[in-house]
């Protein structure tokens, strides 16, 4: 009995100590960092698959408009595991050429228990980026720009 | 690419506006709109952002190439999507402060920004390549409201039609103006 208590209490310890290092600002700092190194598993893991999925098909967006074949393709991503690789590793090529951004300023401003907005300045200019909690992870959420509960 | 969702709302509103008007006898003015979930509502405020997208490169797009009529007509067009899209987040409540309507090209979401910047960095390539830019974004909104079509009740699918013709419309301006260069 006193072993399933002391179990719980670390339990939630840990997972006290996992949102803490799950914070909203966090999340834009690790998006950034792995579009800096062009760290799609890394991307993937910090976003809701809706945004991105949104990301890939913007960041791909720019061959497909060069290539008939592979706007084809960009069209069914999500649907085939060898497609979605392709526009991955395009994705990949193009965040490795592109020159990396700096941000500075990130301020925090809750939209809800499940939701935050961080402000801050990239390269200067002012921007925002959304995030909603999942599963105790704070991830980068482009439509959870409202408030709620 | 999300537009589909923006227009299942303006649906909903036109929906609302068409049921007030077949309300129109004394005393038989009636209110259906439709209430969105909270995802519809997320989608509403990225959508409206989204529609900023293609209005400023239309708006960019034809600043640069002052003789292409095609986008004049277009993006006035285009702001009426703008400002239904607008409407909508009035009617259910969903604020859009965040978001600056008037300095075109400026996005403060990231990925927007750089949905804008690959369109209308394609588009100065040439003449050409603006018009199939736009042919491109046409393209994309018919193919979104075919999906969109999908698990939506009739009434819904049927102005889905409508826009879907309005796309048409635009598609056709622009690839009337491709073979017109082209020749």
């Excluded at chain 1, 991955?88 to 925090?108: F, M, N």
């Excluded at chain 1, 909603?132 to 409202?146: H, N, P, T």
């Amino acid at each position: 009995m006193r072993l399933a208590v002391l179990v719980t209490l670390l339990f939630y310890v840990l997972l006290a100590q996992g949102s803490e290092l799950s914070r909203p600002d966090e999340a834009v700092k690790t998006y950034y960092k792995a579009m800096n190194s062009a760290d799609i598993e890394a991307l993937k893991e910090i976003m809701v698959p809706s945004s991105f999925k949104i990301t890939m098909e913007v960041w791909a967006l720019s061959k497909a408009l060069k290539d008939k074949s592979f706007a084809k393709k960009l069209k069914r991503y999500g649907t085939d595991k060898e497609i979605d690789l392709e526009v991955q590793e395009a994705v990949r090529t193009k965040l490795l050429h592109a020159s990396p951004k700096e941000i500075t300023d990130l301020r925090v401003i809750a939209l809800g228990k499940s939701r935050c907005m961080v402000r801050y300045k990239e390269d200067g200019k002012q921007k925002q980026l959304f995030t909603s909690l999942d599963k105790q992870v704070w991830k980068i959420d482009y439509k959870a720009g409202r408030k709620i509960d | 690419m999300l537009k589909k969702i923006a227009l299942a709302g303006m649906s909903l509103a036109l929906i609302a506006t068409v049921s007030l008007a077949a309300g129109n006898g004394k005393n038989q003015t009636t209110t259906t709109s439709s209430s969105l979930s909270e995802a519809q509502k997320d989608t509403l405020l990225f959508i409206y952002q989204e529609e900023k997208v293609a209005r400023d490169a239309y708006i960019t797009l034809g600043e640069y190439y002052p003789s292409q009529g095609v986008y004049q007509n277009i993006q006035s067009s285009e702001q009426k999507h703008m400002d239904s899209a607008q409407g909508l987040c009035e009617t259910y409540g969903v604020d859009i402060s965040n978001v600056d309507e008037s300095d075109v090209g400026v996005f403060v979401v990231p990925v927007l920004q750089e949905l804008y910047d690959t369109l209308v960095a394609q588009g100065y390539q040439s003449e050409l390549s603006g018009l199939m830019v736009g042919e491109y974004i046409e393209l994309t909104d018919i193919d979104d409201l075919e999906h969109a079509q999908e698990e939506m009740p009739s009434d819904v699918v049927r102005v889905y039609e409508n826009l879907k013709a309005g796309s048409y419309s635009h598609l056709d301006a622009f690839r009337g103006a491709i073979d017109a260069y082209n020749k």
